[in-house]
């Protein structure tokens, strides 16, 4: 496939790194004709024609259980849920608690930029303390969930839980690679990726970093 | 050699499956659809019991995705979350099979008889009930039901539910199914290919796209009509009364009509054995005949297939119709001679 095939997402969007960085190790590890990607409803459904990679859209916070029930049915594939941290932590995560606990051999892709993008920049479960949001107009009076050290202690110990961020193009690669080899080797995976998202921090150029840099602090980058 | 067998309901529609070449059964348990999946797992079938219905639909989504025959069961509130992965399934044309095993209100006690998950099951999703309904009367049936169910919803790609209830999967009755189980079966076929790249959306850019994607369905829908719908029609020829009733009320409804018949009442029954697609054409043909002075609509829930009798009659057939309601209330044969002898034309 060589069509030129235009990216939907906002301008200044993550989405685009994550999506290429996935790309270039599963083609990599000689894995793209047997990856399925799935995407959940947010801002990840605009990648659906995005990758020469068999790719649907699912529901909102539903991606992970289609996907677990995917590669049930095809254990051969490399099956990889692409999703929003509310998706993944609000509405899907009691699916997403419960694969991880019966060690799902999936990948579950987790795009956090800390507001929901696609209905307009709400509060999202990842949303800082004080952070206003369309619906936290005073600001955030929740801390936010920080979902890989929420999920490890319910995991298999050879799962593989990790968080990069998408100014850390290698560190981003080095996991993916963890996480489908995790997925070969039978065992569930999952990595974060703090975004950016300018169109909803209403931040400019240099001031998208420097706030995807702040949001380190936070949510600490590495192997969990 | 015979294959009679004293078996339940819920043993009847595990069978089925087997038979049907089911693969997995995604599964919650919730009465009185329970036993359907313990009966399925205890024939050492696979299956995985999710932490929700809605976790189940959308593993049955991802398993037909991958080309896997997948299915599950449940009932009332677990119908409700089902009705998330069935709105994909629907949308996406995909072959997903659900037994709903209907009761009366959330839990406990009342969960054996009801007919209060017809709308549920028809319309329940955010879409336009475009999926296979069926509405068996009988264990017999229930299986033959079960095996259409997969075989017409790999076919034609709609969604398929065999909407029976708590009562018929509890009864426990000698079945033979030895002339059933020669039914072929329609192999599963990967919805998503191993050989080739599909990008598959189930949103649209444009409103135009989605509706053309609807109409498309819609257009398919119909045209399978005349092979899926079915009805049974009992003493129709010259009823000047003709009840309609679906599954288990059916069942009281045909040995009421015994009883009438011998007391001289000129009546007769139309029994939908699908609900979608309705046998429209059929249920003219009978209604519509000028002998038929009146129809009763006799359903445990408050009009949910009258509504669906008066929505697909033509609109030029202009008959009496009586709709008769026991919401969530078991339906005699007796209730439904008295109700048919007080009846004046």
Known sequence: ?224 | MSEKKFISGSQVAVQAAIDAGAQMMYGYPITPATEVFTGWIKNKQPYLQTEDEIAAGFAICGAVLAGQKAFTATSGPGHVLMQDGLSMAEAMRLPFVLIAAQRGGPSSGTVIYSQQEVTLACYGGNGEGLRLVYSPCGLEELYELTRRAFNESWKYRFPAIVLTDGYTLKTTAVVDLENLQKIENIPPHALVPEDKIIHWPNIYTFEEELFEELNSAKADFENIADEVASAETIEVEDAEIIIVAHGIVGSSTKEAIKQLRIDGFKVGMFRPITLRPFAKKQLDKVIGASQVKKVVVIESSMGQLARIVRDELAPEIDKSLVSLHYAGLGVETQEIINQIEKITL
Not at chain 1, 38 to 45: R, V
Not at chain 1, 122 to 127: E, G, K, L
Not at chain 1, 172 to 185: D, G, L, N, S, V
Request: with cysteine; net charge neutral; glycine share 8%.
């Open chain 1, 1 to 224: 496939m060589t069509d030129f095939i235009p990216a939907k997402f906002c301008p200044g969007c993550g989405y685009p790194i994550v999506l290429m960085m996935m790309h270039n190790i599963l083609k990599e590890l000689n894995l793209n004709t047997r990856a399925v990607l799935g995407l959940d409803i947010g801002c990840s459904l605009l990648a659906w024609n995005f990758l020469p990679i068999n790719t649907f859209q699912t529901h909102h916070g539903r991606v992970t259980p289609t996907m677990l029930g995917f590669k049930r049915a095809r254990p051969n594939s490399i099956c990889i849920g692409m999703t929003g941290d509310g998706g993944a932590y609000a509405i899907g995560m009691q699916s997403l608690a419960h694969a991880i606990k019966r060690d799902e051999p999936i990948t579950v892709i987790v795009v956090n930029n800390t507001v929901y993008g696609m209905t307009g920049g709400q509060t999202a479960p990842t949303t800082l303390h004080g952070q206003k949001t369309d619906t936290s107009l005073e600001g955030n009076i929740d801390n936010p969930i920080s979902g890989p050290e929420f999920f490890r202690p319910l995991a298999h110990k050879d799962a593989f839980f990790a968080r990069s961020a998408v100014n850390e193009p290698k560190q981003i690669q080095e996991y993916f690679r963890k996480a489908f080899e995790t997925q070969q080797a039978g065992h569930f995976s999952m990595v974060e990726i703090m975004s950016f998202c300018p169109t909803h921090w209403k931040t400019k150029g240099a001031d998208t970093i420097a706030h995807l840099n702040e949001l380190k602090e936070t949510f600490k980058l590495g192997i969990i």
